[in-house]
């Protein structure tokens, strides 16, 4: 909806950043194209007949008194089928279709609509004509690739009575329904990806979101619709998992927002996802996915709204009832774009040159997060969890964007470069990552894997506490000068880091762990330093103990298809019985 | 990108200062425009708009400023972005970091305008990276591979040898199947001395001639620096792109272009970040390392190798700090290793090749590579570690599989990083891990399976009978 030729025009570019005169009638945030190119643009400031604008696209070349359009709304997005397994940039445009518009580079000006326009989808209708529809309900379903259900709703702030409702083949423009009052309904909808989308009432984090990662899952576990930061220096494996959790976390949708980060990345999950299957589903898991991509050498602007246009597609599944995650990798990038945006527009910086509103802004983004129960009929409910990355500088997390998301976010998982040099990964400090929601995970655990969860949990993290004591002791004194059961539970820590906490990503196997598998690993550890701990007290001495073989048979067991599971099992519960030749038989496996 | 304008000319500048010249209202003067200043009776100068405004505009200028009086100069609008002239008959020239012949030839003509500031490769266009380079260099090709397309920097210090190692690289890496290799070799506020140390190794090993120089010495207009890697990557990208060749960059050092960065961004009095250096230091790093890479359905590929001196030996500074976020991963590189004589004084620990599982393995390097590399980082790490502690407990107090870390460790050091000048092919990296391997105890080798140890041992076995 563009309006009526204008005389606005640029009278300044610098940067991500253009001003404009001839803009008196422009409203704050409003959509304009500037320039002979027609690019993409966003208004920030109105000060008279000048506007500031934030430029979604690169601006070299741009000159002064080139035109500038108002385009009369917002950013949006357009949601609708057709959306899973696309790759989007941070303004909604296909980069498959820009591919073909500018060739290998993406070059300034390229238009193309988000979801391809001659594309088909069926579309299945469950209401009739004459029902009254309220906003949030479900008018009808299109199935889409790998047997997803799309399901297509009323957009939010539209009711009626139905006058008409049109099954078949339909394209994305088309109308599926039209209301008694003239108003008609189409497959997709708009929505500003400023402004969160409504539900119904915001449930509270009961059920946990599994992660198929063991340190996650068992140490520290998130709820679906909780929010988790993951910081970390460069090398410490954000990416690695980020990407691992949106291969095999257990969501219906997931939405991954390359935000600053490398384009061989993003070419690697591209092949990878196309390639790999969902654990639970079989389907590809690039058909659950959509991938909101803007690499560190796209424009600064787009990076900023790349996470909300992630976060609104996820609440637009969430709304059809679906487990929804967003994995942001990562913030810093995004907070970056704001202190580089917000320095151009020379204001106030707080601390470390960031806009004195990144702390406001991060709790906003965070807050986009939950499960709900949705708007319309039939009730149902469901969930946006965020999973993101943050990129402290210099490792340092007392900077102002990691502090920034953990005042507002339900967990840390904390990377540790000194794990990551000893090739611990995922490599997460147990001692000073947390999870607020680790108390009602526990019991979500213990009722429905083993009654026995949250103890083991304990145990196990009693276990790491003691050992980071006796190492600091065991580097004054030497390993050799400790007490034999001390050098038990140092052993005891190391296979718990080795088979429980460590996991490999790139191992067929061990990639997704779930969390049965967890739990016996776990389990079996801990059944290790017990019959050790017994056999140290029946006179045995620490040298005595037979526990590389142990260690090798729980290393294979993690390692093992799943259809070795058993046997391996059966060879670790073996090995622990037969840990001191001087044991007696039973020895082993009490706990 | 909007048709550019045609040619503009006014008389006279409102200021100037340091590297900057303001302009006042300039007509439909572009974002990026390149521009011309002569003053009389001296030679033109060339600049660059970095602001564009109704009122005002900035010009950012690339040469010396020395003796400029603003009021009497004349400024040429040219209508056009910044280019840079590329071709294939650049192979063998030497150029300065604005383009200008440094060898003493006339200017190259080439083949076509390329534009500096090259716009973002289409992520979708990307071919992930996968191709092993053999680098010659044991550290890299065993435990941090590089890969074609890869972005992997050496960080340095003060006085370690980073630039031998880029020479010996340069002169020594070969394409898997011998496909077509150029370098482009991108000295961005280098010594006098350094420069000609790399010149020398260059023409000494032939290198010279399929390769392409842009020089920015020390000495040089300091803004000259934030072009000359972009005239580089101009130049590379045609090279892989057009013709079809493996390119591999080399950016020496990326600590002087930050400080160029700085430097520009003081005189425009803009919010400075940590250590003062701008706040978007880290996109406009991006916009040079994210110029490497593997395009969809093109025979070539960009390959860089950066290089920068982290001031003081400091990892965690602003400039390796922010590089090492951008880039897969980094070659650092150690003074104590340097001390005592081992070349390439590579610390493996820190060192990491992000996209190293892709280019090796099965039909690649080996398929047990993975394995090996990380049974020798294992005890590698280890024996560093017990090397740490035996300051405080000594010798003694260790276990002994903590004294057999510790030995290796040495090994490690003197037998598979230190190699001199030589070169070794990845078989013999791997023999080379492989005898260290050899003299540790089955116990001790936790990542390495009982089927793979008997190949081994057969493997050995044979060699000993051939040898009898």
Not at chain 1, 127 to 132: D, E, K, M, T
Not at chain 1, 529 to 548: D, Q, S
Request: hydrophobic share 40%.
């Amino acid at each position: 909806m563009s309006s009526a030729p204008s005389s606005a025009k640029l009278t300044r570019v610098v940067g991500a950043l253009a001003e404009a005169s001839g803009m008196r009638a422009a409203t704050l945030n409003e959509l304009v194209r500037i320039g002979d190119a027609g690019l993409l643009a966003e208004v920030l400031r109105i000060t008279g007949d000048r506007a500031t604008l934030q430029v979604f696209e690169e601006t070299m070349g741009v000159s002064l008194e080139e035109p500038v359009v108002r385009e009369g709304s917002p950013l949006a997005v357009e949601l609708g089928p057709g959306l899973l397994g696309s790759v989007i940039d941070g303004i909604g445009r296909p980069l498959g279709d820009l591919a073909t518009l500018t060739g290998d580079f993406l070059l300034p000006g390229a238009n193309a609509p988000t979801i391809d326009r001659a594309r088909r989808f069926t579309f299945v209708p469950v209401v009739a004509r004459g029902a009254q529809v309220q906003q949030g309900d479900v008018l009808g379903t299109v199935l889409e690739r790998g047997g997803f259900e799309h399901r297509v709703l009323v957009p939010p702030g539209r009711q009626g009575i139905i006058a008409g409702v049109f099954g078949g083949e339909r394209g994305i423009e088309d109308v599926v329904a039209r209301l008694a009052d003239g108003t008609t309904l189409g497959l997709s909808q708009r929505w500003s990806v400023r402004r969160p989308r409504p539900s119904a009432a915001r449930l509270d984090a009961s059920r946990p979101f599994l992660t198929g990662q063991r340190i996650f899952d068992f140490l520290f576990p998130i709820a679906e619709g909780g929010t988790v930061a993951v910081p970390g220096g460069f090398g410490t494996g954000k990416t690695v998992i980020e990407q691992s959790l949106a291969k095999y976390a257990e969501a219906d949708v997931v939405v991954y927002i390359g935000c600053g980060e490398r384009g061989n990345e993003m070419a690697e999950v591209l092949h990878e996802f196309a390639r790999l299957k969902d654990p639970r589903h079989g389907r590809a898991v690039l058909d659950r996915t959509v991938l909101v991509v803007n690499t560190s050498n796209m424009p600064v602007a787009a990076r900023e709204s790349s996470v909300y246009l992630g976060l609104t597609i996820a609440e637009y599944f969430r709304d059809q009832g679906y487990r929804a995650a967003v994995m942001a990798d990562s913030l810093s990038r995004w907070a970056e774009a704001l202190r580089e945006i917000g320095s151009r527009l020379q204001e106030m910086p707080g601390e470390e040159g960031y806009p004195t509103y990144l702390a406001s802004r991060a709790a906003k983004l965070h807050e986009r997060a939950g499960r709900v129960t949705c708007l319309g009929a039939p009730k149902r409910e469901g969930s946006v969890t965020l999973i993101s990355a943050v990129s402290p500088p210099g490792g340092d997390f007392s900077e102002p964007v990691t502090q920034s998301c953990l005042r507002v976010a339900g967990a840390l998982w904390a990377l540790d470069p000194e794990l990551a040099h000893q090739r611990q990964f995922p490599a997460v400090d147990w001692h000073t990552s947390y999870s607020l929601y680790s108390d009602d995970m526990g019991r979500a655990f213990d009722a429905t894997v083993d009654p026995d969860w949250s103890k083991a949990r304990g145990a196990v993290l009693d276990l790491l506490q003691r050992d980071a004591e006796l190492r600091e002791v065991a580097s004054v004194v030497g390993p050799e000068a400790l007490e034999d059961k001390d050098r038990l539970l140092l052993q005891a820590a190391a296979i718990v880091r080795e088979v429980v906490l460590g996991q490999s990503a790139f191992d067929p196997n061990d990639a997704y762990s779930p969390p049965a598998k967890t739990y016996r690993l776990a389990r079996a550890s801990l059944d290790l330093f017990e019959a050790g701990k017994v056999a140290l007290g029946r006179g045995a001495t620490f040298a005595e103990l037979e526990l590389a073989p142990v260690r090798r048979a729980l290393a294979t067991l993690r390692d093992a298809p799943a259809g070795d599971v058993e046997v391996k099992a059966a060879e670790v519960k073996a090995r622990i019985a037969s840990l001191w030749r001087g044991a007696r038989s039973e020895a082993g496996g009490t706990s | 990108m909007s048709p550019m304008r045609v040619a503009r000319t006014y008389r006279g500048a409102r200021a100037a200062a340091g590297p900057l010249v303001y302009l006042n209202g300039a007509q439909r003067a572009a974002l990026g425009e390149w521009v011309t200043i002569t003053a009389p009776g001296q030679a033109p100068l060339r600049g660059q708009i970095i602001d564009a405004g109704e009122q005002l505009s900035v010009v950012q200028v690339l040469e010396d400023t020395l003796g400029l009086a603003p009021a009497g100069v004349e400024i040429a609008l040219t209508g056009e972005l910044a280019n840079a002239v590329v071709g294939k008959e650049l192979l063998g020239r030497a150029l300065s970091g604005a383009g200008d012949p440094r060898d003493g030839l006339p200017p190259p003509i080439g083949e076509a305008l390329r534009p500096l500031w090259g716009a973002p490769l289409n992520p979708t266009r990307r071919l992930p990276p996968s191709d092993f380079i053999e680098t010659g260099i044991s550290a890299i090709d065993g435990m941090n591979t590089l890969v074609r397309g890869q972005k992997l920097p050496v960080f340095s210090g003060p006085g370690l040898p980073a630039l031998e190692l880029a020479a010996t690289i340069v002169e020594n890496a070969r394409a898997p199947r011998g496909e077509p290799f150029a370098v482009v070799f991108c000295g961005i506020g280098i010594t006098e001395r350094e420069t000609r140390t790399f010149l020398d190794r260059f023409a000494a090993s032939g290198a010279l001639e399929r390769s392409v120089l842009y020089l920015n010495q020390a000495q040089d207009p300091t803004i000259e620096r934030l072009l000359a890697p972009r005239q580089a990557l101009a130049c590379a990208e045609h090279l892989a792109f057009v013709h079809g060749l493996h390119v591999l960059v080399v950016l020496a050092d990326i600590t002087h272009y930050c400080e160029a960065l700085r430097e520009v961004a003081a005189a425009r009095e803009e919010v400075p970040g940590r250590r003062g250096y701008p706040g978007y230091m880290y996109t406009d790093l991006a916009s040079l390392f994210e110029r490497a890479g593997v395009v969809k359905d093109k025979p070539g590929s960009v390959t860089q190798l950066p290089i920068l001196t982290m001031p003081d030996d400091d990892i965690t500074h602003p400039i390796p700090d922010l590089t090492g976020y951008i880039t897969e991963g980094q070659v650092v590189l150690s003074r104590e290793l340097h001390r005592r004589g081992i070349f390439p004084p590579i610390d493996v620990l820190p060192s990491l090749s992000r996209l190293m599982n892709a280019g090796i393995g099965k039909d690649r390097t080996v398929p047990e590579h993975r394995k090996w590399a990380d049974q020798l980082y294992a005890i590698y790490a280890r024996g560093r570690e017990a090397r740490m502690m035996v300051a405080i407990v000594g010798e003694a107090g260790l276990s002994p599989a903590d004294r057999r870390a510790l030995e290796l460790t040495e090994s490690f050091e003197r037998e598979l990083v230190h190699q001199g000048p030589k070169r070794r092919t990845i078989q013999e990296t791997l023999e080379a891990g492989w005898r260290l391997i050899d003299r540790v105890p089955r116990e001790d080798l936790l990542k390495l399976s009982d089927e793979l140890l008997a190949t081994r041992q057969a493997q050995r076995d044979e060699a000993q009978h051939k040898g009898a």
